[in-house]
Structure formats: C-alpha cells, structure tokens
C-alpha cells in the first residue's frame, strides 16, 4: 500500500484517447480506471412544447474506452472500443 492509498488520495496521470470521436484528446485519469466513458449531446430535433413528454430529457451517444494494458506510464493510452455499449 503507497502513501496515496493510506491517505484516500488520488494519484492523477495523463492519458490519451486512441480512436473513435475522441482521438487525440488528453485528459487526466485517477488510479488508472480500466474504461472512460465519453459521452457527446444528441440535441433534439425540434423545442419541446409544455404537453411533450420528453421535454426534461437529454440523450447523450455514449462512448466507451479501454486502457490499454502495455501502457505502464503516463500518459497512459485508451483506445476505442467500436464494441461498446
């Protein structure tokens, strides 16, 4: 156990995203999750009227990547997971 993990404190690292919508972008990551979920607004096609039942809700394309585990130090690489979800 590091002095990080004693003291509830994160250890924040850079990483990359490989692939998808998101290559390219950097970004930093604490204690090395194995995914990163990226997630881009879907706007909706026209204004909600007050009767429509979707006017207080968002939809979102959700992206998933994975940290690739030959990657050891920072920054560390996630690439796209054309999979998921």
Do not use: I, K
Request: aromatic residues 8%.
């Amino acid at each position: 156990m590091d002095w990080a993990d004693r003291n509830g404190t994160a250890r924040w690292e850079s990483a990359v995203l490989d692939g998808g919508p998101a290559d390219g972008l950097r970004t930093r990551v604490a204690d090395r999750p194995h995914t990163l979920q990226v997630t881009r607004p879907c706007p909706p096609d026209g204004p909600a009227g007050p009767d429509d039942p979707g006017g207080d809700v968002r939809v979102s394309a959700l992206y998933v990547y994975r940290r690739d585990p030959r990657t050891d130090r920072a920054p560390l690489r996630y690439t796209f997971d054309v999979a998921s979800p």
